[in-house]
C-alpha cells in the first residue's frame, strides 16, 4: 500500500509541476494547442528513446495499442477544448469546478470495471475533496459571468463527460494486455496520439481562427518551458501507470483520480501563492485544507 500511494503522490506532483510550467507562459499570448502539439511530441521522442523494452516488442498487441492511443488522443484534445470554451463563455470557477467531478466518474467506472469496494469514510474523503475543489475554483478567481447560459451549460457539461472519459481511459489501461504495459511503448504512444490530435486543433485554429502559427512559441523562454514540460511530463505518466497498477493491487484502483486531483489541486495552490504572490480569501485556503482532510479519510478509509 505505501508504494501505492507513493506513486499517487509522486504522480500528483508531476501534475502539479506541469501546471505550474505551463503557468510561465500564461501571460504570453499564443495558441495552446500549438504549444501542446510541440511539447507533446517531444515528449514522445524523448520517451521513444528512453521507456521501451525492444526486447518486448514481439509480444505488444499493436493494434489494440494504436487503437486505444486514437481514441486517448482525440478525447484528450476534445476535452481540453471544451474546457477553454468553457471559460470563454464564462463562469470560470463553476466551469473548472464541474470539470473536477470528472473524479467521480472514473472512480466508478474503477468500481464497477475492476470490482472493487470502498468504505463509507472512502466515499467520504471523495466527497470532502470534490466539495473542497469546488470552493478553490469557485472563490479563487472572480468569474466573467456568460449572458447565455443555453451556450455555457453543454459546452461545460460535454467537458466534464470529455474529462471523466480521459481518466476513465487512462484508467482503463489496466485492461491492456500485459506485455503491451510492460514493455514501455504505452507512454510514448499516448503522447504521439495527444500530440496528433493537437496538431488537429492547431491547425483549424490557423484556417478557422485566424491564429498565427509560431506565435511566441519558438522563443527562448518557450522553448526551456517546453522541454520541462516534456520531462515532467514523462515523469508523470511513468508514474502514473505505476501508480494505477500499484493501487490495483490494493484494490485502491477507483480512488487515484480523486487522490491526484486532490493533491495537485492543492500544490498548484501553494506554488501560485509562493511563486506569484496570488493571494486567497479564507474560503480557498478552507478548501485546500478540506483537500488535505479529504485525502487522509480517502486512504485511511480504504477496505
Not at 500511494?5 to 500564461?26: E, K
Not at 469546478?97 to 472514473?106: D, K, P, T, Y
Not at 455555457?152 to 485492461?175: E, H, K, M
Not at 492543492?266 to 480569501?281: G, M, N, Q, S, V
Request: hydrophobic share 55%; with cysteine.
Amino acid at each position: 500500500m505505501l508504494t501505492a500511494l507513493a506513486y499517487t503522490f509522486l504522480t500528483a506532483f508531476f501534475f502539479a509541476t506541469i501546471s505550474a510550467t505551463v503557468s510561465f507562459l500564461a501571460r504570453d499570448r499564443m495558441s495552446s494547442f500549438q504549444f501542446f502539439t510541440v511539447s507533446n511530441l517531444l515528449a514522445s521522442m524523448i520517451a521513444w528513446c528512453v521507456l521501451p523494452s525492444w526486447s518486448m516488442a514481439g509480444e505488444v498487441n499493436w493494434a489494440a495499442l494504436g487503437l486505444f492511443v486514437l481514441i486517448t488522443g482525440v478525447v484528450n484534445t476534445a476535452s481540453q477544448a471544451m474546457l477553454v470554451l468553457s471559460l470563454k463563455l464564462g463562469h470560470n470557477g463553476l466551469s473548472v469546478a464541474i470539470r473536477n467531478l470528472a473524479a467521480v466518474i472514473s472512480m466508478f467506472f474503477a468500481l464497477i470495471f475492476l470490482n472493487e469496494k470502498v468504505s463509507i469514510i472512502n466515499l467520504s474523503g471523495v466527497a470532502v475533496i470534490i466539495v473542497s475543489l469546488g470552493m478553490i475554483a469557485i472563490f479563487g478567481k472572480k468569474d466573467t459571468v456568460s449572458p447565455d447560459l443555453k451556450k455555457w451549460i453543454p459546452v461545460v457539461i460535454i467537458a466534464l463527460l470529455l474529462s471523466g472519459s480521459y481518466q476513465i481511459l487512462l484508467t482503463g489501461s489496466l485492461l491492456l494486455p500485459e506485455a503491451t504495459r510492460k514493455a514501455g511503448v504505452l507512454t510514448p504512444a499516448l503522447f504521439l496520439g495527444c500530440g496528433f490530435s493537437n496538431m488537429l486543433i492547431a491547425f483549424y485554429e490557423m484556417l478557422f481562427k485566424k491564429v498565427k502559427f509560431g506565435t511566441n512559441i519558438f522563443n527562448s523562454r518557450t522553448v526551456i518551458v517546453t522541454v520541462c514540460w516534456a520531462v515532467a511530463a514523462i515523469l508523470q505518466y511513468f508514474a502514473l501507470f505505476k501508480s494505477l497498477d500499484a493501487m490495483k493491487k490494493c484494490g485502491m484502483a477507483s480512488l487515484t483520480w480523486p487522490l491526484l486531483i486532490g493533491v495537485n489541486t492543492t500544490l498548484f495552490a501553494i506554488f501560485c501563492r509562493l511563486r506569484w504572490k496570488e493571494k486567497y480569501p479564507l474560503t480557498t485556503i478552507l478548501g485546500m485544507l478540506g483537500c488535505v482532510l479529504g485525502v487522509i479519510l480517502t486512504v485511511w478509509g480504504r477496505k
